[in-house]
Every structure is written in structure tokens, then in C-alpha cells.
């Protein structure tokens, strides 16, 4: 089992985006680790972890997270989510308040996206009838920008490998049924007492900028926008998301 982390100060605990896995932090983590304690996992049904016999909710994903805080005996956690991982996050910060310090959320918006419904009831049909490969070849284009795309094209068969090696098709479809019944964030959140980041890309198809905005004030986040970048922010711009990121969880507190 993990290390038990008996520490005072803040944690940071990176937290996953769909089809992801904890490996996909390996350059934040190498940026963080001189200066905090880190936990990556892989939530329920995503990479190495078992979907298990419970129904897939938000709240089944919080509830996860805080059993294993308190199983390392993490006072305090900052989190650092990614799609996915930011909705968990947000929803953990809201419900166990004196657990979270800081949160730094990226790639969701405030707003009902229809598109993004689609767009993942369509990952969730691909996968059902084309299997993993098809799904991944159809999911990158959309998470990833136009700059990013352009660049790393050479890269795209390589990322779809690794996607199909670190998913499971069960999970996986577990995960998106889950993902298309979660409550509407515009209904859920609110002002957090927590400080607050929220990042997006300007060419994220999912949750564009302005989605991600309206997020950041109905919460009292900060808010900063990466230009020529699309949903996956860690991934295409990481040195600059490392720096952000570094700066918000290490600059003093305004109390």
C-alpha cells in the first residue's frame, strides 16, 4: 500500500481528466516535487484503478478522494484538476472545506455545453461499437488545439497507443455514462472560501473561455486564459501551466 505522508503543510493531489491517468502529470510532478509532497492516483474506473460494484457518481468520487486523505493522513491537499478531475475537485473543495487549501482548476466552464454532451456521448458510442483505438483517434483531435496539433501531428499515433494501453474499455464506458448524468455546474457551484484558480485554453472545444470565465466569478476564482491552447492545458502548454501553477500555491495568502 502507499507511504502514509504525516506532513503539516499542503499536499498537492493532481487529479485526472477522462481517459487520462496519473502518469499524464509526470512533467508537473518533476516541476512540484523540490517544493511539495505529491499524490497522483488514479480515480475509480480510470488507468489502474477498478471501477468497483458502486454506482459511478460525483459523489462516489469525492467520497474516494477523501478516504484516501485520510487513509495518508493529509490534513490539508491543495488540488490540481484537469477536466474531469477539476469537476471532483470542485466538488470535494465545496463539501470538505477545512481539507482543501488551494484549487486549481482547468478545462471546465460554469455553462451547460451542448457540444461537450455530445461530444462525449459520441466518444462513449465510439467506444461501444469501434472499441479503444477509435475512440482515441476520435478524442485527441478534440482535446488537443490547433498549434498543439500542428506541431506534434508526428506525435498522434504514439498517443493513441498510450491511451489504449492505460484505458479499459469497461471502466471507460462506466466513466462516460457516469460523466453524462453529473449535476450541471451552474446549478452546483457557489462562492468557495478556498483561493481559486481557474485556467482555460482559448481554443478549448469542450469549454471555451468564456464558460470558463463565468466559472471563475461565480466561484471568486482568479482567472487566466492560455492563448493558442486547447483543452488539454498540462499537456500542450506545461511549462507555462508549471509556472502558474507553482506561483498561485506559493504566493502568500491574502488573509
Known amino acids: 500500500g502507499p507511504q502514509r505522508l504525516d506532513i503539516d503543510h499542503p499536499v498537492v493531489v493532481f487529479l485526472n481528466g477522462t481517459t487520462q491517468t496519473a502518469l499524464q502529470w509526470r512533467p508537473q510532478v ?18 489502474k484503478s477498478e471501477p468497483g460494484d458502486r454506482a459511478l457518481t460525483l ?8 478516504s484516501l486523505l485520510s ?11 484537469l477536466s474531469h478531475g477539476a469537476r471532483v475537485a470542485l466538488a470535494f473543495a465545496a463539501r470538505h472545506v477545512e481539507k482543501t487549501d488551494r484549487l486549481i482548476l482547468c478545462g471546465i466552464g460554469a455553462d451547460t455545453r451542448y457540444r461537450s454532451r455530445a461530444i462525449v456521448r459520441s466518444w462513449h458510442e465510439i467506444l461501444r461499437t469501434g472499441g479503444l483505438e477509435a475512440m482515441a483517434w476520435a478524442v485527441l483531435p478534440v482535446i488537443l488545439g490547433e498549434s498543439y ?6 506525435l498522434l499515433p504514439k498517443m493513441v497507443a498510450a491511451l489504449v494501453a492505460r ?18 455546474l451552474s446549478e452546483t457551484a457557489s462562492r468557495l472560501d478556498q483561493p ?3 485556467i482555460s485554453g482559448s481554443d478549448d472545444l469542450l469549454y471555451g473561455p468564456g464558460p470558463a470565465k463565468r466559472l471563475a466569478q461565480i466561484i471568486a476564482a482568479d482567472y487566466e486564459q ?19 501553477c507553482h506561483g498561485f500555491l506559493t504566493k502568500p495568502s491574502s488573509s
Not at 484505458?167 to 450541471?184: D, G, I, Q, T, V
Request: charged share 25%.
Open 149 to 154: 496539433l500542428k506541431e506534434n501531428e508526428m
Open 196 to 198: 481559486c484558480l481557474v
Open 226 to 244: 492560455f492563448e493558442k491552447t486547447g483543452h488539454n492545458v498540462p499537456v500542450e502548454a506545461a511549462k507555462r501551466f508549471n509556472r502558474v
Open 30 to 47: 518533476l516541476d512540484m516535487l523540490p517544493d511539495f509532497p505529491i499524490v497522483c492516483y488514479d480515480g475509480r474506473a480510470q488507468g
Open 71 to 81: 487513509y495518508l493522513g493529509i490534513q490539508k491537499a491543495h488540488l490540481v484538476g
Open 167 to 184: 484505458n479499459r474499455k469497461e471502466s471507460l464506458l462506466a466513466h462516460f455514462a457516469a460523466l453524462l448524468s453529473y449535476p450541471l
Open 59 to 66: 459523489d462516489l468520487h469525492v467520497e474516494d478522494l477523501f
